[in-house]
């Protein structure tokens, strides 16, 4: 028996289908900040301050502890760094772009 899933947080959840995307949409947004953050090779305290976030949740945030965080608050985070998400749909697709609305302070 193969089982096959799109999303990693399906398993266990397919009868809670949007919860398991909050989950990924979760996930993807801290691995995005986790490497902006090691590619800045930013100490934690730094990471907070450009952030908005503590030490300790730059701690959680790099250490994958996802039920610490709320979409809402990653995406203010990314916004803290000029960076905003810009859906777009066309023709049945959807489609996100990410756009940095001023320069990235580092």
């Given at each position: 028996?193969?089982?096959?899933?799109?999303?990693?947080?399906?398993?266990?959840?397919?009868?809670?289908?949007?919860?398991?995307?909050?989950?990924?949409?979760?996930?993807?947004?801290?691995?995005?900040?986790?490497?902006?953050?090691?590619e800045?090779?930013?100490?934690?305290?730094?990471?907070?301050?450009?952030?908005?976030?503590?030490?300790?949740?730059?701690?959680?945030?790099?250490?994958?502890?996802?039920?610490?965080?709320?979409?809402?608050?990653?995406l203010?985070?990314?916004?803290?760094l000029?960076?905003?998400?810009?859906?777009?749909y066309?023709?049945?697709?959807?489609r996100?772009?990410?756009?940095?609305?001023?320069?990235?302070?580092?």
């Amino acid at each position: 028996m193969t089982l096959k899933y799109n999303n990693i947080f399906s398993v266990g959840l397919e009868d809670k289908p949007e919860e398991a995307l909050e989950l990924q949409t979760r996930s993807d947004l801290m691995l995005v900040l986790k490497n902006i953050i090691a590619e800045k090779r930013w100490p934690q305290k730094t990471a907070g301050e450009k952030l908005g976030l503590t030490q300790p949740q730059v701690s959680d945030l790099v250490n994958g502890r996802i039920e610490k965080f709320r979409s809402d608050r990653l995406l203010k985070c990314l916004g803290q760094l000029g960076f905003v998400l810009r859906p777009k749909y066309e023709k049945q697709t959807l489609r996100v772009d990410v756009v940095q609305q001023t320069k990235m302070p580092c």
